[in-house]
């Protein structure tokens, strides 16, 4: 997968936010080993778009997320955020820009603070950044309440445990909207809701991108998720990327094996297509202390070859929007070839 | 396995009737906010080879009703009524003493998080050779190999040297196979699996679902896979029960229930999940509301508060399953999808919104989400 690249990469006075050859790299106690979160990752954003970030669990997805808003400053690489190079600023200067960068986490409850009416903890951004007075916040407060769908009058008092996991996430919501940030990083923001209100949180991301006019970068697993909210849709394994495209023409055809062998993995709620039809990708992903050479998803990969060891492929346009790192990619129409029917993974499984 | 010892269990297997008969069973807990009813009368049952798909959202009670069935309830503060009969023999009221001589050898279970259902000071050998000791009782050497046996049957590389390792030094993939192979290795003959894939990556989810199923078909198991994702049952189940607030709503074969569902509910359930076919910022089909608290008396049906056909009746009376055209088809609703009331009683709710959307505000109250 797996590679470097900047083709996908739009103008840079054309985008919002960008990073360009992102490293995260985190050291494996006192080995000298390091963990290869995130390896020369280049994405961007453009005002009012919504990127989905892809990919397993361990593919540094969150991590590239988090690189972005400087938590922490990433090893390598650049993040330029309306004309300012975040990697260069720091303390006080890199405090100013915050408001304007949000994060929305995955788990609703641990994320608000239990002890917290629900006012303050979505009023603590104004406060922090002395924005109008105590009657101008307040009404604030009920605004961004009102339109995450809670009633300011019963919600503004009580404390998240009277809250379900849905309204939580509603109420994280409200908090990054109110400094009127331009980027909201929501990271796995439905992936511990119930799929009734999961749909609900979904449409009301929608409704606070429109009302806002915020732009979005939507990390997750689920790819139905991801297709329904983005734009443009990264595809990312072992901290690299395999492939960038607009999801409705990716997703019907995909040029990288990982991005086939992901859709082919999905549960469909459709009784008449049996799943052992579809073989899912073999083998689990490799450890990102050592991760494999050239292509790094080649180990999994049933169209890999002697040059994917060798060489890591670069990042190449497709037409159409559609961006992939692979030398073999699939032809439109080419299916995934199955794995030798065997689904014992070839590489040693590490944590 | 143990060949001899599945050659008995065979020889003595009646070879009619149901697997697992589960009739009226009730699970209240007692708390300080009131009596929970977690499940709230369930029937259903399974024949040996196949497999049944419970689905529901969190809170719904089909992690309470497996453990219903397996005994693995706590003792205090407990109400249970109702009878489960495992090849006709009545298991419901045994004590967890008695419950054990079912454990391992004739039902047992996968548990949702295979990070914490293993023993992490325990080796991996040990903890299958345990079980096999236990229930079987047979000698150390014959219990290795039959656990190096299993372990290459679920998919697991280099088996011999797994024996030695301890759970952190494998992936959440492994552990979840290790999980597996720990449920079969007394050959049970029912297997519980609890959202076996919740935990995991969609690839290795599609992973382990094969290995159950082939495991399943091996072995001629029953199987009760409880999910919240029905997109997980669709191929793999043969019948598959949505439950709701602790009852079950509808019941079909799992083509029967996809192309022909009557329940609200399950319409609403398979309209909220975001499809790969359909296109990007497509609007989603929400379920209004949340699930219903289960403490306290229940008053018409549970689903009315959130549901698109609910009628002033939906509101009075509680609405008992009632067979469907298909043979096995059931489901509890006064006003079934695609039939004329439904069709009806969908067209009047309609009407009264559009009359009155313009007088109120659209604010969701709480409650919502």
């Given at each position: 997968?797996?590679?470097?690249?900047?083709?996908?990469?739009?103008?840079?006075?054309?985008?919002?936010?960008?990073?360009?050859?992102?490293?995260?790299?985190?050291?494996?106690?006192?080995?000298?080993?390091?963990?290869?979160?995130?390896?020369?990752?280049?994405?961007?954003?453009?005002?009012?778009?919504?990127?989905?970030?892809?990919?397993?669990?361990?593919?540094?997805?969150?991590?590239?997320?988090?690189?972005?808003?400087?938590?922490?400053?990433?090893?390598?690489?650049?993040?330029?955020?309306?004309?300012?190079d975040?990697?260069?600023?720091?303390?006080?200067?890199?405090?100013?820009?915050?408001?304007?960068?949000?994060?929305?986490?995955?788990?609703?409850?641990?994320?608000?603070?239990?002890?917290?009416?629900?006012?303050?903890i979505?009023?603590?951004?104004?406060?922090?950044?002395?924005?109008?007075?105590?009657?101008?916040?307040?009404?604030?407060?009920?605004?961004?309440?009102?339109?995450?769908?809670l009633?300011?009058?019963?919600?503004?008092?009580?404390?998240?445990?009277?809250?379900?996991?849905?309204?939580?996430?509603r109420?994280?919501?409200?908090?990054?909207?109110?400094?009127?940030?331009?980027?909201?990083?929501?990271?796995?923001?439905?992936?511990?809701?119930d799929?009734?209100?999961?749909?609900?949180?979904?449409?009301?991301l929608?409704?606070?991108?429109?009302?806002?006019?915020?732009?979005?970068?939507?990390?997750?697993?689920?790819?139905?998720?991801?297709?329904?909210?983005?734009?443009?849709?990264?595809?990312?394994?072992?901290?690299?990327?395999?492939?960038?495209?607009?999801?409705?023409?990716?997703?019907?055809?995909?040029?990288?094996?990982?991005?086939?062998g992901?859709?082919?993995?999905?549960?469909?709620?459709?009784?008449?297509?049996?799943?052992?039809?579809?073989?899912?990708?073999?083998?689990?992903?490799?450890?990102?202390v050592?991760?494999?050479?050239?292509?790094?998803?080649?180990?999994?990969?049933?169209?890999?070859?002697?040059?994917?060891?060798?060489?890591?492929?670069?990042?190449?346009?497709?037409?159409?929007?559609?961006?992939?790192?692979?030398?073999?990619?699939?032809?439109?129409?080419?299916?995934?070839?199955?794995?030798?029917?065997?689904?014992?993974?070839?590489?040693?499984?590490?944590? | 396995?143990?060949?001899?010892?599945?050659?008995?269990?065979?020889?003595?297997?009646?070879?009619?009737?149901?697997?697992?008969?589960?009739?009226?069973?009730?699970?209240?807990?007692?708390?300080?906010?009131?009596?929970?009813?977690?499940?709230?009368?369930?029937?259903?049952?399974?024949?040996?080879?196949?497999?049944?798909?419970?689905?529901?959202?969190?809170?719904?009670?089909?992690?309470?009703?497996?453990?219903?069935?397996?005994?693995?309830?706590?003792?205090?503060?407990?109400i249970?009524?109702?009878?489960?009969?495992?090849?006709?023999?009545?298991?419901?009221?045994?004590?967890?003493?008695?419950?054990?001589?079912?454990?391992?050898?004739?039902?047992?279970?996968?548990?949702?998080d295979?990070?914490?259902?293993?023993?992490?000071?325990?080796?991996?050998?040990?903890?299958?050779?345990?079980?096999?000791?236990?229930?079987?009782?047979?000698?150390?050497?014959?219990?290795?190999?039959?656990?190096?046996?299993?372990?290459?049957?679920?998919?697991?590389?280099?088996?011999?040297?797994?024996?030695?390792?301890?759970?952190?030094?494998?992936?959440?993939?492994?552990?979840?196979?290790?999980m597996?192979?720990?449920?079969?290795?007394?050959?049970?003959?029912?297997?519980?699996?609890?959202?076996?894939?919740?935990?995991?990556?969609?690839?290795?989810?599609?992973?382990?679902?094969?290995?159950?199923?082939?495991?399943?078909?091996?072995?001629?198991?029953?199987?009760?896979?409880?999910?919240?994702?029905?997109?997980?049952?669709?191929?793999?189940?043969?019948?598959?029960?949505?439950?709701?607030?602790?009852?079950?709503?509808?019941?079909?074969s799992?083509?029967?229930?996809?192309?022909?569902?009557?329940?609200?509910?399950?319409?609403?359930?398979?309209k909220?999940?975001?499809?790969?076919?359909?296109?990007?910022?497509?609007?989603?089909?929400?379920?209004?509301?949340?699930?219903?608290?289960?403490?306290?008396?229940?008053?018409?049906?549970?689903?009315?508060?959130?549901?698109?056909?609910?009628?002033?009746?939906?509101?009075?009376?509680?609405?008992?399953?009632?067979?469907?055209?298909?043979?096995?088809?059931?489901?509890a609703?006064?006003?079934?999808?695609?039939?004329?009331?439904?069709?009806?009683?969908?067209?009047?709710?309609?009407?009264?919104?559009?009359?009155?959307?313009?007088?109120?505000?659209t604010?969701?109250?709480?409650?919502?989400?």
């Amino acid at each position: 997968m797996a590679g470097s690249g900047t083709a996908h990469m739009r103008p840079e006075n054309e985008t919002l936010l960008r990073a360009e050859g992102l490293v995260v790299e985190f050291p494996v106690g006192r080995t000298g080993l390091k963990v290869h979160a995130v390896s020369d990752v280049s994405i961007d954003v453009i005002e009012g778009e919504t990127v989905g970030l892809v990919g397993e669990s361990g593919c540094g997805k969150s991590t590239t997320g988090r690189a972005l808003i400087q938590l922490p400053h990433p090893t390598g690489g650049r993040v330029v955020f309306d004309g300012l190079d975040l990697t260069s600023l720091d303390g006080e200067a890199l405090r100013q820009v915050r408001p304007k960068l949000q994060m929305i986490f995955q788990d609703p409850i641990s994320s608000l603070n239990p002890r917290r009416k629900v006012e303050e903890i979505v009023g603590e951004g104004l406060r922090i950044w002395n924005i109008g007075d105590d009657a101008s916040r307040q009404a604030k407060v009920d605004e961004v309440l009102d339109a995450v769908g809670l009633d300011p009058a019963v919600a503004r008092g009580r404390r998240p445990h009277q809250f379900s996991g849905g309204q939580c996430q509603r109420i994280s919501i409200a908090r990054a909207v109110i400094t009127d940030p331009k980027v909201i990083i929501c990271d796995e923001p439905v992936s511990a809701l119930d799929v009734s209100v999961q749909a609900q949180i979904l449409n009301l991301l929608e409704d606070m991108k429109e009302r806002y006019g915020l732009t979005l970068i939507f990390i997750a697993h689920d790819l139905a998720v991801v297709k329904n909210v983005s734009d443009r849709v990264v595809v990312m394994y072992l901290g690299k990327i395999c492939e960038v495209g607009p999801p409705d023409t990716m997703f019907a055809q995909p040029a990288h094996p990982y991005t086939a062998g992901l859709l082919a993995a999905i549960p469909i709620p459709d009784p008449s297509l049996r799943p052992e039809e579809r073989p899912p990708l073999a083998g689990e992903i490799p450890s990102p202390v050592a991760p494999p050479s050239g292509c790094r998803f080649r180990t999994r990969c049933p169209k890999a070859q002697e040059l994917c060891a060798a060489e890591e492929p670069i990042i190449r346009d497709l037409g159409g929007g559609q961006y992939v790192a692979c030398h073999f990619p699939l032809a439109p129409g080419e299916a995934l070839p199955s794995s030798n029917g065997s689904s014992v993974p070839s590489a040693s499984p590490l944590g | 396995m143990s060949r001899k010892s599945r050659a008995e269990r065979f020889a003595d297997a009646p070879g009619d009737g149901a697997l697992l008969e589960v009739e009226d069973v009730k699970t209240y807990f007692r708390t300080e906010r009131g009596t929970v009813r977690a499940v709230d009368g369930v029937s259903f049952s399974l024949e040996r080879g196949k497999t049944l798909g419970i689905v529901g959202e969190s809170g719904c009670g089909k992690s309470v009703l497996s453990r219903s069935v397996m005994g693995l309830l706590p003792k205090q503060n407990l109400i249970r009524e109702g009878s489960i009969k495992f090849e006709g023999s009545e298991v419901a009221n045994l004590v967890q003493k008695d419950m054990q001589r079912f454990w391992g050898t004739q039902m047992s279970m996968i548990f949702q998080d295979p990070m914490t259902s293993l023993n992490p000071v325990m080796k991996i050998g040990n903890q299958i050779t345990e079980s096999l000791r236990y229930h079987l009782d047979v000698d150390k050497s014959f219990a290795r190999e039959t656990a190096v046996a299993l372990l290459a049957s679920v998919g697991i590389p280099e088996p011999k040297r797994r024996l030695s390792e301890y759970p952190h030094q494998l992936s959440g993939g492994m552990r979840q196979r290790v999980m597996i192979a720990i449920a079969l290795a007394c050959g049970p003959k029912l297997l519980f699996a609890d959202e076996p894939t919740t935990a995991l990556d969609v690839t290795v989810q599609a992973q382990i679902l094969d290995l159950l199923q082939a495991q399943q078909r091996e072995r001629f198991m029953g199987m009760i896979l409880v999910t919240h994702d029905l997109g997980v049952v669709a191929g793999r189940a043969d019948d598959i029960a949505v439950m709701y607030a602790g009852r079950i709503v509808e019941k079909a074969s799992a083509r029967t229930l996809f192309t022909e569902m009557r329940h609200p509910y399950t319409e609403a359930l398979m309209k909220s999940i975001p499809k790969l076919s359909d296109k990007s910022h497509t609007r989603l089909a929400a379920i209004a509301g949340r699930p219903p608290d289960l403490v306290g008396e229940r008053k018409g049906c549970s689903f009315a508060a959130r549901c698109p056909y609910a009628q002033p009746r939906c509101r009075e009376e509680d609405p008992t399953l009632v067979d469907g055209a298909t043979l096995g088809h059931q489901y509890a609703c006064f006003f079934p999808v695609g039939t004329p009331e439904g069709r009806e009683a969908l067209a009047r709710n309609q009407d009264a919104l559009d009359t009155t959307v313009d007088a109120t505000d659209t604010t969701v109250t709480p409650g919502v989400g």
